[in-house]
């Protein structure tokens, strides 16, 4: 075994100058990738993918590297990892990625442009995060209510609130990074594969800047209770309450965070509508019915509640106390995100 994985090693780096390693596929190539043997950013996906009589190897060599990887982390498939809010590393997402887009290329050519455009995009984008992150105007549109987060946190004067807007703000920019069906003016024009490469690289990063700042905001709530409207302002209580919301791999953080905001939200020193969100999404991960129906998902065309709604009569009472929209409305409106009217 020793000799077949130092063979598949050997061709999977390659002895030439190419940007991309030679051809070398099978489950082995799918182990040494999930243990980080292999760097996935040495691999032309593509060549595995449409090498003469590869089929087989590269499909092998997927479910290897996903079930390798899917047990690192105790797990037995990918699914059940994302769904455990476990954060993949930039190399992990880098391997999984690679041989999806390969079957969303058209050929070993394509897909190679693909990686190509992709790299450039993360070029821009790390650029506009180390511009904004300095406090200076946002070089791309999406990028511009981060930019007056940094902005806010320039001009507080209080050691808290300035660290809170500047998680807040790392937060925003790889979340109005990511690439859905509105364009972005610094990934330029990107097919499937080449924003699928994109959007696992942010969600990657993404994934430890959420760590980060809910292990700060966590730290933080041990000094204060919370970023008050009356004593914080508004722009403070919502940064605060989109982390929180934000940090699903934290439960223990957002039931903390629940347990204090639900007199706060009676006093209107804290977002009441922040308060429904997080009671809900505490209790659809707990497995409990939802209070005020702002967990929804798409089937087919329809924005639907991922999880039961209790006392449905009573619904809208209950979201016109926090100052949300009848549930019928708010399900319309958010059709849009499932191709519907």
């Known amino acids: ?20 390693a030679a051809p070398a596929t099978g489950p082995a190539l799918g182990a040494a990738l999930a243990s980080g043997q292999v760097d996935p950013a040495g691999i032309d996906f593509g060549a595995l993918r449409y090498a003469p009589g590869g089929a087989m190897g590269f499909l092998s060599a997927q479910a290897t590297a996903q079930t390798a990887i899917a047990k690192a982390h105790d797990r037995t498939t990918i699914g059940a990892v994302r769904e455990a809010h476990i954060c993949l590393d930039e190399r992990e997402s880098a391997a ?53 987060t940094m902005r806010r946190s320039a001009a507080a004067s209080r ?68 970023f008050t409207i009356d004593s914080y302002g508004k ?27 639900g007199a706060l939200a009676l006093a209107k020193k804290t977002d009441p509508r922040a308060y429904a969100f997080l009671w809900d999404k505490v ?11 702002t967990q929804l998902r798409c089937i087919g065309r ?15 009472i209950r979201r016109s106390w926090v100052g949300l929209a009848p549930f019928r409305t708010y399900a319309a409106n958010g059709a849009s995100v499932c191709g519907g009217k």
């Open 235 to 261: 722009n403070a209580d919502a940064a605060a309450s989109e982390i929180v919301r934000h940090a699903d791999a934290q439960p223990d953080l957002q039931l903390k965070v629940l347990n204090r905001l």
């Open 302 to 316: 329809l924005w639907t509640p991922r999880t039961p709604i209790e006392d449905v009569a009573q619904l809208d």
């Open 1 to 20: 075994m020793r000799l077949i994985l130092v063979a598949v090693l050997a061709l999977a780096f390659g002895t030439g100058s190419g940007a991309f």
């Open 283 to 293: 209790a659809l991960e707990s497995g409990r019915p939802q209070r005020y129906g």
């Open 159 to 226: 050691p808290e609130l300035k660290a809170l807007f500047r998680h807040a703000a790392e937060d925003e920019i790889w979340r109005r990074a990511l690439i859905g069906s509105i364009p972005k003016g610094y990934a330029g024009t990107l097919g499937k594969a080449g924003l699928a490469m994109v959007n696992a690289r942010l969600i990657a990063q993404g994934c430890a800047v959420q760590a980060a700042n809910g292990a700060w905001l966590s730290a933080t709530l041990d000094t204060i209770p919370w």
């Open 96 to 148: 999984l990625v690679g041989f999806d887009t390969a079957l969303l290329s058209a050929d070993a050519g394509e897909w190679r442009a693909q990686r190509s455009a992709a790299d450039e995009a993360m070029e821009h984008f790390a650029a506009a995060r180390t511009t904004i992150l300095a406090g200076e105007p946002a070089p791309y549109s999406e990028f511009e209510p981060a930019a007056d």
